[in-house]
């Protein structure tokens, strides 16, 4: 296929400076369970592109979904260039790459049904509901992508890059007077294996959830705690923007004289 793309451009590189075409065929499967009921189930293939181009410093940039036209995308991404393009082009040298990354698959979900991959989501998400009466309902899903992206370019570049990615998500909600949660997912670039006799860890949510719903109360006061990088970065950040806001609103000069940081936003909500 890359090379059916490059022969594509290759007719158009006297036009522009610079020329690029980027293509993407992906495969997808999704399929969601709500409680007992199945509540999406959905097989897509898709197909999306675009094609940039550049001649006397002006740039443009046009996207397709189809192959039907493709030629005459690619010329009005030239003429769009052209029209913006009114100095010079400067490109840094860089030598061209022919690469295939191919995806060493374990076990390509590819090879299975819908059904059966229906199947093993129902039977976690109904060992999910039987674990015990206080869970009020679940949120289950699974997932498989498998992409192929194609790159080249007028420079003699010409790429081919394959993606897989499956994962299984696995969500309990229960209910004693008060309302608890509990999650676990799975996730893989190369094996649909992942998802097979894992029941203990998609228990896990199902423990977790009623763990809470028996836990008891922590009383209010300050406790040293133990959090992950995530979490310690978003609690600091939130922690800033409040100081921020305070500085602000005071009325003394010399705060925001010594401060001038909090007179900038932080874009955090």
Same mark, same amino acid.
């Not at 075409?21 to 495969?27: D, F, I, K, V």
């Not at 809470?212 to 990088?229: N, R, S």
């Not at 310690?232 to 602000?248: A, C, F, N």
């Given at each position: 296929? &890359?090379?059916?793309?490059?022969?594509? +451009?290759? @007719?158009?590189?006297?036009?522009?400076?610079?020329?690029?075409?980027?293509?993407?065929?992906? !495969?997808? #499967?999704? +399929?969601?369970?709500?409680?007992?009921?199945?509540?999406?189930?959905?097989?897509?293939?898709?197909? #999306?592109?675009?094609?940039?181009?550049?001649?006397?410093?002006?740039?443009?940039?046009?996207?397709?979904?189809?192959? !039907?036209? $493709?030629?005459?995308?690619? !010329?009005?991404?030239?003429?769009?260039?052209?029209?913006?393009? *009114?100095?010079?082009?400067?490109?840094?040298?860089?030598? @061209?790459?022919?690469?295939?990354?191919?995806?060493? $698959?374990?076990?390509?979900?590819?090879?299975?049904?819908?059904?059966? *991959?229906? !199947?093993?989501?129902?039977?976690?998400?109904?060992?999910?509901?039987?674990?015990?009466?206080?869970?009020?309902? #679940?949120?289950?899903?699974?997932?498989?992508?498998?992409?192929?992206?194609?790159?080249?370019?007028?420079?003699?570049?010409?790429?081919?890059?394959?993606?897989?990615?499956?994962?299984?998500?696995?969500?309990?909600?229960?209910?004693?007077? %008060?309302?608890?949660?509990?999650?676990?997912?799975?996730?893989?670039?190369?094996?649909?294996?992942?998802?097979?006799?894992?029941?203990?860890?998609?228990?896990?949510?199902?423990?977790?959830? $009623?763990?809470?719903?028996?836990? &008891?109360? %922590? *009383?209010?006061?300050?406790?040293?705690? $133990?959090?992950? @990088?995530?979490?310690?970065?978003?609690?600091?950040?939130?922690?800033?923007?409040?100081?921020?806001?305070?500085?602000?609103?005071? *009325? +003394? @000069?010399?705060?925001?004289?010594?401060?001038?940081?909090?007179?900038?936003?932080?874009?955090?909500?």
């Amino acid at each position: 296929m &890359k090379e059916q793309l490059l022969a594509l +451009i290759k @007719p158009y590189f006297g036009n522009v400076d610079y020329l690029e075409l980027r293509l993407e065929q992906s !495969e997808s #499967t999704l +399929i969601s369970f709500q409680g007992k009921e199945l509540s999406a189930v959905d097989r897509n293939l898709g197909l #999306t592109g675009g094609i940039r181009a550049c001649h006397r410093g002006g740039w443009s940039f046009v996207t397709f979904n189809s192959l !039907e036209n $493709i030629q005459q995308r690619i !010329e009005a991404a030239i003429s769009q260039a052209k029209l913006v393009g *009114k100095e010079t082009t400067q490109l840094a040298p860089i030598a @061209p790459v022919v690469d295939d990354v191919r995806v060493a $698959i374990k076990d390509d979900p590819r090879g299975y049904g819908l059904q059966e *991959k229906k !199947e093993l989501l129902g039977y976690y998400n109904d060992l999910l509901l039987g674990y015990d009466p206080r869970i009020q309902t #679940t949120m289950t899903g699974y997932r498989d992508r498998f992409s192929t992206t194609y790159f080249v370019n007028s420079l003699g570049t010409a790429l081919c890059q394959e993606r897989l990615d499956v994962s299984g998500r696995f969500g309990v909600v229960a209910r004693n007077g %008060v309302v608890r949660q509990g999650f676990e997912s799975l996730h893989s670039r190369s094996d649909f294996g992942v998802l097979r006799n894992r029941e203990e860890l998609v228990l896990g949510a199902a423990k977790r959830a $009623i763990e809470q719903l028996e836990a &008891k109360p %922590v *009383k209010g006061g300050q406790y040293t705690v $133990i959090l992950d @990088p995530i979490w310690r970065g978003y609690l600091s950040m939130r922690r800033l923007v409040i100081y921020q806001k305070r500085i602000l609103s005071t *009325k +003394i @000069p010399a705060c925001r004289k010594f401060l001038p940081w909090a007179n900038r936003s932080l874009f955090l909500s």
